[in-house]
C-alpha cells in the first residue's frame, strides 16, 4: 500500500491550499479515508475523514468550517481543501487509510494502519 500525499506549502494567513492524496495497493473505496497533523512539538491530531462512499464527513473542531475533505474513488484519491489558513495550520499533513477491521470511530488516529510520507504546510502570519 503506498499513500502520497502532495500539496503543502508556503501560504499567508487567509490564504487557501489544497492538499491531494494519491493511493495505491488497497481497494481504496472500501476505506475509510483521514487526514492528520503533525506540529513540532505536538502529538499528531485528527484534522477530517471521510467514509467509502463520500456521504459521511467528520472534521476536527479547530478546522470546522475551514477545511474540505473530498475523495475521487475513480482516481483512488482524497483532498483537503483548506481556507481561511491561520498560524496555527502550520504542521506536517498526512493521509491515511483505516483498517478495515477497525470499528472505532473514523477520528481515533488508532484506527488507521496505513500513512503516506506527509506534505509540510506552512502558514505565515
Known amino acids: 500500500v503506498q499513500l502520497q500525499a502532495s500539496g503543502g506549502g508556503l501560504v499567508q494567513a487567509g490564504g487557501s491550499l489544497r492538499l491531494s492524496c494519491a493511493a495505491s495497493?488497497?481497494?481504496?473505496?472500501?476505506?475509510?479515508m483521514g487526514w492528520f497533523r503533525q506540529a513540532p512539538g505536538r502529538e499528531r491530531e485528527f484534522v477530517a475523514s471521510?467514509?467509502?462512499?463520500?456521504?459521511?464527513?467528520l472534521y476536527g473542531d479547530s478546522v470546522k468550517g475551514r477545511f474540505t475533505i473530498s475523495r475521487d474513488n475513480a482516481k483512488n484519491m482524497v483532498f483537503l481543501r483548506m481556507n481561511s489558513l491561520k498560524p496555527e495550520d502550520t504542521a506536517v499533513y498526512y493521509c491515511?487509510?483505516?483498517?478495515?477491521?477497525?470499528?472505532?470511530?473514523?477520528?481515533?488516529?488508532?484506527?488507521?494502519?496505513?500513512w503516506g510520507q506527509g506534505t509540510q504546510v506552512t502558514v505565515s502570519s
Open positions: 491515511a487509510s483505516k483498517s478495515l477491521s477497525d470499528y472505532g470511530p473514523p477520528n481515533r488516529i488508532q484506527g488507521y494502519d496505513y
Open positions: 495497493g488497497l481497494a481504496f473505496d472500501s476505506h475509510y
Open positions: 471521510i467514509s467509502w462512499s463520500g456521504g459521511s464527513t
